[in-house]
């Protein structure tokens, strides 16, 4: 395996004080809406019946208020390694945990919207180094989509699902991974499906939980 080129730089995630001082301000003085005219009980099924319960988001927003640790994920996505590098002048970022097993195999996953790669941050030590020794292991790669978490946003029109997923083999053969596998779901279920049909000399095979079929296709003989 050819090792990562130098364009590849190391990335460290720190929300200023006052940024997280101030999502907090702003959580205190949210003006929340009135509770629904029909209450039911916790358990009942048609509880979200007239949308989110009023305590259900008070509930939430008092959380987030209170209770989340921004700098404990920060921690968590640090330790895990982050870096960013520049693809066609947009500066792109993303997870990378490589495997300890000589076997593993590229995996590059991509999340959806709105999502981001906090999608995968309680699987990537499990894909790349799992318990069991016959179970599959992976070097995970993770990026942000241009626009979302830590990747820039782009300031000219082209950024389709094309052009990313030409981005993706692109930060994959950088990191030295010139075949791989692809998981998404949503956007990036999208993204991985183009993947596949445009770069089968890379792409080993795709996982998606985003099923796409033209209208009007039968699907007789699917499960």
Known sequence: MPPPTSDVRAFTAHAADADLEDLRARLAAARLPEAETVH???SAPGRWGQGVPLADLTDVAHYWRTGYDWRSFEARLNRIGQFRTVIDGLGIHFLHRRSPRADATPLVLTHGWPGSVAEFVDVVDELAEPAGPDAPAFHVVAPSLPGFGYSDKPTTTGWGTEKI??????LMGRLGYRTFLAHGGDWGGN????????FPAHVL????????APPGVSTEGLT
Request: aromatic residues 8%; glycine residues 12%.
């Open 191 to 198: 993204i991985t499906t183009v993947l596949g049909g445009r």
């Open 40 to 42: 039911h009980a916790a």
């Open 205 to 212: 095979g795709i996982h998606t939980t985003f099923a796409q």
């Open 165 to 170: 997923a030409a981005a993706w083999v692109e």
